[in-house]
């Protein structure tokens, strides 16, 4: 494959950006990343003309693949050619809150904000505003977005910011534990339960390998929030309206949230967030409350107008037993090409979602982390140990994955997340033969 053109094009945006990009993973691949003229069903198209399957769909937001069906398109042209936005509420952002209220079971009410960070970020000030205390418990190997109270490493009581221009202090009121871990949670309650404001977990770790929830952990997160009157919040940025079709995770889990926030394909492919849960916690925004939330292109009309014309076509037509189907296809293919090849790998995922993870957990059956939600994933149900949290997925070969695997795969035109953290997407534009060819790439490469 030639690539001429997006060194050049990388060559230049080094100059002008920094690192050469406007979001830190994308300069991942080695050694630069190729630049994409369009997308195209299931592939996006370089500027050097070279095709790639797509497993990255945007890190999430294309549940539907690049060709936007024809509702989606005149949604979008009819709000953008009648002026883009106004600073004034419009009738689509009701009839979006309405649908996202009628399905997702922990919402009553819900504000549109623009992307997943500013979505948790307004969650937790909303969960610090509504209980009166500051304390914030989330997961190791969990990711909300670029927020302050989140980018944090360690232990209880040895936690600090993961990332330069944040003050220590800011830390002290973050308290991260292991996924999955019943007793390390129930410890930070026990010591600190009357300081919590919240939990904050995504349902399924989607930004670290993909990690799923062993029985009773979100049953045992909603009891312990229920006995110290903290909020239990899902950040549903990557499973919502994907894991669970239009429930979302929480329906799949069967555990409600207090708060929930969204992201990615709530917004139809353009820029979102949205924090949603009962009206009584949510009225504490202002201006029903007392809670400052606020923002220029909130709620903005063609977003609005994409996300309710996505929703309403995985309504009608058969998106999640496509993608699912798919995703089970492929999981499956791997697991026995993983068995084959690379024995001491493990093939994770769920519904849409999965990834080949260069490591192998030993830290318990697999029968139990099946047990909830992944029970219908027969590639899983098979192979034996998933990771169980994020020190199992930090133990994976990063640099066989990004110096070998990833490059090899983007020569056979495999287009993947460019690391072994994120998770990868089946869109409703990839076929069986997508598939099919797809499982051959990984043999090969692997
Ligand atoms: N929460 C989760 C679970 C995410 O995966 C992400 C981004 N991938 C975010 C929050 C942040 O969203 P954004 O990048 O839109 O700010």
């Known amino acids: 494959m030639n690539h001429e053109r997006s060194r050049e094009l990388y060559d230049r945006a080094l100059s002008v950006m920094p690192g050469g990009v406007n979001s830190s993973v994308r300069a991942a691949p080695r050694p630069y990343p190729f630049f994409v003229e369009r997308g195209d069903g299931a592939h996006v198209v370089d500027a050097d003309g070279n095709r790639y399957l797509d497993y990255a769909m945007g890190y999430g937001p294309l549940l539907l693949g690049h060709d936007m069906p024809e509702s989606v398109q005149s949604a979008v042209q009819s709000y953008a050619s009648a002026g883009p936005m106004y600073g004034a509420p419009t009738e689509v952002e009701v009839d979006l809150a309405e649908f996202v209220a009628r399905h997702v079971p922990s919402v009553e009410m819900i504000r549109f904000v623009n992307s997943g960070t500013e979505a948790t970020v307004s969650a937790v000030r909303l969960a610090r505003g509504y209980t009166g205390n500051d304390k914030v418990v989330v997961m190791q190997g969990g990711y909300h977005g670029a927020q302050e109270t989140t980018l944090v490493e360690g232990e209880p009581g040895h936690v600090h910011p993961s990332?330069?221009?944040?003050?220590?202090?800011?830390?002290?009121?973050?308290?991260?534990?292991?996924?999955?871990?019943h007793e390390a949670i129930t410890e930070v309650f026990e010591e600190h339960g009357d300081e919590i404001a919240c939990v904050l977990t995504e349902p399924i770790l989607g930004n670290n390998g993909i990690v799923l929830?062993?029985?009773?952990?979100?049953?045992?997160?909603?009891?312990?929030?229920?006995?110290?009157?903290?909020?239990?919040?899902?950040?549903?940025v990557i499973t919502g309206f994907r894991v669970g079709g239009l429930g979302c995770a929480q329906s799949?889990?069967?555990?409600?949230?207090?708060?929930?926030?969204?992201g990615k394909i709530v917004g139809g492919g353009f820029p979102v967030g949205a924090i949603g849960g009962k009206t009584e916690i949510l009225e504490h925004f202002t201006p029903a409350g007392d809670v400052f939330q606020s923002g220029t292109f909130s709620g903005h009309p063609?977003?609005?107008?994409?996300?309710?014309?996505?929703?309403?076509f995985c309504a009608e037509e058969d998106v999640y037993d496509h993608v699912n189907a798919l995703g089970d296809r492929l999981r499956e293919g791997l697991t026995e090409v993983v068995a084959d090849r690379a024995p001491e790998y493990t093939v994770v995922g769920t519904d849409s979602m999965f990834k080949v993870v260069f490591t192998r957990a030993d830290s318990g059956p697999q029968s139990e982390c099946c047990a909830a939600?992944?029970?219908q994933d027969a590639a899983c149900e098979r192979f034996g140990e998933c990771p169980k949290n994020g020190a199992d997925v930090g133990n994976a070969e990063t640099d066989r994955w990004e110096r070998l695997f990833w490059p090899a795969m983007k020569e056979e035109g495999v287009f993947l997340t460019p690391n072994q953290f994120e998770s990868q997407f089946v869109s409703y534009a990839h076929t069986e033969a997508d598939i099919d060819r797809?499982?051959?790439?990984?043999e090969r490469c692997l």
């Open 163 to 181: 990332t330069n221009g944040i003050p220590e202090s800011f830390a002290e009121h973050t308290v991260p534990v292991p996924f999955n871990d």
């Open 252 to 262: 799949r889990f069967g555990v409600t949230p207090d708060v929930t926030t969204f």
């Open 438 to 442: 797809t499982i051959e790439a990984y």
């Open 373 to 375: 939600g992944c029970t």
């Open 213 to 236: 929830p062993v029985e009773g952990y979100h049953e045992h997160l909603r009891d312990l929030c229920d006995d110290h009157d903290a909020l239990l919040v899902f950040d549903e």
């Open 302 to 312: 063609v977003t609005m107008a994409a996300g309710l014309a996505t929703l309403e």
